[in-house]
Each structure stands twice: as C-alpha cells, then as structure tokens.
C-alpha cells in the first residue's frame, strides 16, 4: 500500500513538473509571435538624418532609417543602406534636388552612382532655363534666391515716353549666379538670376531683355495667381489733375425796355 502510494505521489509530481514547463514555453512563445507579427506590419525606409543640399553626395553620415507601415510604403523608397552608398572606389550618388530631415529618399531624387547632377534636374516638363541679367536694383537688394517665385518687368522708352509692364507674372527662380541649392538663405547680390519659363515666355524675356531693362518683384508664398495688370506711363505718374471748374450762378430772366434813345432792364426774381 505504502508503494503504491509512492508511485502515485511521484506521478503527480511528473504531471505537475510537465505542465509547468509547457506554460513556461507557451508564455515565451506568445510575445515572440506577437513582435513577429508586429515586425511584419512595418519596414525599415531610409530618411535624410540632416538636410541635403542640391547636388550634394550621399553619404552615410546623411542617412538614417525608421519603420514605416507596410501597407503604406510609397512607391520608389530605398530600405537598404547599399542601394545608396557607393563601395570602395565607386563616385557616389548625388541629390537632384534639396531634401529636408526626416524625409523619404524617393529614387526620382537621388542620382546614379557617378551620374553628374546639374540644374537640367530642376527644370520641369516643357519648360526652358533662361537667364537674366541683374543688380541689386534690379533683383530685389540681392534677397532672390532659388526656388522664390518672382513677377518680372519691363522699363523702356525716354523722358515723357517711359513706361513700364509686368510682362510675366509668378516665375520660378532656379537659379542666382552659379547657385542653385534652394536651402540656402544668405542673399547675395547678383548678376544673373536664371529663371524656369515656357518655350513662348522665353520668346517674350528674350525681346524684352533687347527692348530695355528688366526688374524682378518678390512675390509672396500665398500670392500664387495671376492679375490683369495695366502699362503705366511716365506721364500717368506727372499728370496733375484739372482744377474743377467753377458752378455759374443760374441766370435770372431779364425784361428790357426800350423808350426812344432810353433802355431800362428789370430782372425778373
């Protein structure tokens, strides 16, 4: 009886030696498949760790990565380091245009490895770069810089003959001098800004540069549309208006009459 007994306390100490062991397995098993999970629902894409200037190399020191939700991964995103950075001896990629911090490097704008980044990059479809030549009078005290939006003028003619138009309106700045980094804040005075216009535009700045001298206006970022805007004239500015004339008193009717060589007059209220 005695052994028996034995026998069925040392059962029960392997059943509950057993179950304590699966729970323990069951407990570490249940955080790792959750984290799987939760790992499979985002991706490492690579960022911009600083901003990055136009033309800029990309370097690791420029990169950093985060987890971004699966189902919302844009197109064109990088999620490995050595897609961008160049191997031993290999030139590397470079920005086609300014990338801020924290943003997404999209493959439309970074460049091959070795490819040769210019200001071609900045110009839309169907449009030119064209420059013109400027001062500090003429270009806003030297405060244009790339990526403002300007209005672009014309004064021509002498003395009672001037005058002056705005003949286009919200142009892109892409260029001043040599510079094109759209992150740079330092104005400078110039003396050419190279702007982003259509074939027809180009047409009308080059006729405009021949006819006589050119002025950008500043434009504001909210200040995107366009106006109706009249030629003034030298002569509009030195008009003077006429004094107004003076209101005649209102005639009264007059009764003549004549006796002989007399005349008399009554006027008549």
Sequence with gaps: MRLSALITALTGLAVAGGSVYLARDYIQIQPSAAQASAESETVGVIVAARDISFGEAIEAGTLTSIDWPRAALPAGVYTDFDELLASNGQPPRRARRPI??????????????????????????????????????????GFVTPGDRVDILLTEGTK??????????????????????????????????????????????????????????????????????????????????????????????????????????????
């Design 100 to 141: 801020s911090q924290g943003e997404l490097l999209l493959r439309p704008k970074i460049s091959q490895f070795g490819e040769k980044v210019t200001i071609v990059q900045e110009i839309g479809p169907e449009h030119r770069a064209m420059a013109i030549d400027v001062d500090a009078e003429t270009a806003v005290g």
């Design 160 to 269: 009672e003959n001037l005058r002056a138009i705005t003949i286009l309106q919200n142009i892109r700045v892409i260029g001043v001098d040599q510079e094109a980094d759209q992150q740079t804040d330092k104005p400078s005075v110039a003396r050419t800004v190279t702007v982003e216009v259509s074939p027809d535009q180009g047409q009308r700045l080059a006729l405009a540069q021949r006819a006589g001298r050119l002025s950008l206006t500043l434009r504001s970022i909210q200040d995107t549309e366009d106006r109706a805007l009249q030629m003034t004239r030298l002569v509009d500015l030195l008009h003077e208006p006429e004094p107004e004339a003076e209101e005649e008193a209102p005639r009264k009717p007059v009764i003549r009459v004549r006796r002989g060589t007399e005349m008399s007059e009554s006027v008549i209220n």
